[in-house]
């Protein structure tokens, strides 16, 4: 289970980065080019090639070298599983929220009845 935890956070550490997230949206559109990945972005090839290290070695991206060329295909397999953590989670979230929900009216509801008539809570009603 550790290694499947650790290949999942590096999706997520992955796809916590917008630039990273424009270049596998690009990618679903079909394989690319570093450079046709990189013409977007205002940033150095280093820069560039650390940003596709980060998602190759998260197993977003595939790199593959054509003559001087290298491309770039997306894997969706890590997106896939990434989903399927959260939709197993999500219940439980949504539970947790309802319960907050809940919790939340039950305060509201104790607040307004102890609250003088007239008056907001802690505060005396004004007399004419």
Known sequence: ????????????QALADPTRRAML????????????LAEPFAMSRPAISQHLKVLERAGLIERTAHAQW????????????????????????????DLLDE???RVKRSAERAAPQGGAPGRPKETP
Request: a negative charge; proline letters at 4%.
């Open 70 to 97: 290298r491309t770039c295909t997306l894997r969706t397999e890590p997106l896939d599983e990434a989903s399927e953590w959260v939709d197993r989670h999500r219940g439980e979230w949504n539970e947790r929220f």
């Open 25 to 36: 949206s690009r990618l679903a559109a079909g394989p690319a080019t570093v450079g046709e």
């Open 103 to 105: 919790h939340l009216r």
């Open 1 to 12: 289970m550790g290694g499947a935890v650790d290949d999942l956070s590096l999706v997520f």
